[in-house]
């Protein structure tokens, strides 16, 4: 009887309460404790409820409390340690970001067009297209490109005008600055522009396009 009693006042209780305190149906510790006080205050005086039952589930109630809190100090810290991922992102802007390959894909038919950092103006210089064992395919000679990321064109033919076959080349330049000065790029390093969040996702500009952080190898200054 006293158990139809608690049940009944707590379904009347849950009845009357407010829409929407509870949309996801989710009981926390204060729910817990809200029922283990109807189940007291129904209970049959002549037949209380055994003390060590009492024990168990007030002991219930602390291991959910602890829970609870272990469960929020772990979401401040995942916030935490988001917003020092982010502030890290960010103070990469203005350094150099190595992708760790200098590949390019031809595919037979269009022209491979690829980005090269010039940390200075280039005067004069070459840019090699290597084959997967390092041996030279073509050459393209650039002269007066601008300081920073400069856009540049191979039409898939070696040096004797031949159609290379489809696959992975690697590209390597050498080139002198106004001064004479000798400089060595590559493709895969550009200076980091900007950064932007996608969710708890960080894209950063290097060249033209935004890729994951996550897929840059190295950040050193520039």
């Known amino acids: 009887m006293a158990i139809n009693n608690a049940t009944s006042a ?14 996801k149906g989710i009981l926390g510790k204060d729910d817990f404790m809200k029922l283990l006080l109807v189940e007291l205050r129904y209970q049959d005086p002549t037949q209380p ?17 602890s829970a609870d809190n ?21 103070s990469a802007i203005g350094k150099m970001a190595d992708t760790g390959s200098n590949a390019i894909v031809y595919e037979d038919g269009k022209k491979s067009k690829f980005e090269l950092y010039f940390s200075d103006a280039a005067k004069s210089g070459t840019v090699n297209v290597l084959d997967v064992d390092g041996n030279i395919v073509s050459t393209i000679p650039i002269e007066n490109m601008d300081q920073g990321v400069n856009s540049i064109e191979w039409n898939g033919k070696d040096s004797k005008g031949n159609k290379v076959d489809n696959g992975m080349y690697y590209i390597t330049a050498k080139y002198s600055d106004v001064d004479g000065k000798e400089h060595k790029t590559r493709v895969g390093r550009y200076p980091i522009e900007s950064v932007r969040f996608d969710g708890d996702k960080a894209l950063v500009k ?10 840059i190898k190295e950040v050193t200054q520039g």
């Open 70 to 90: 272990t469960n929020n100090s772990l979401d401040k810290l995942a916030k935490s340690l988001q917003s020092s991922r982010n502030f890290s992102t960010i």
């Open 10 to 23: 707590t379904k009347t209780s849950l009845t009357n309460a407010p829409a929407g305190t509870n949309p």
């Open 49 to 65: 409820m055994d003390t060590e039952k009492i024990l168990s589930q007030t002991s219930q109630l602390a291991t959910l409390e």
């Open 206 to 215: 290097i060249g033209s396009s935004y890729i994951p952080f996550t897929d």
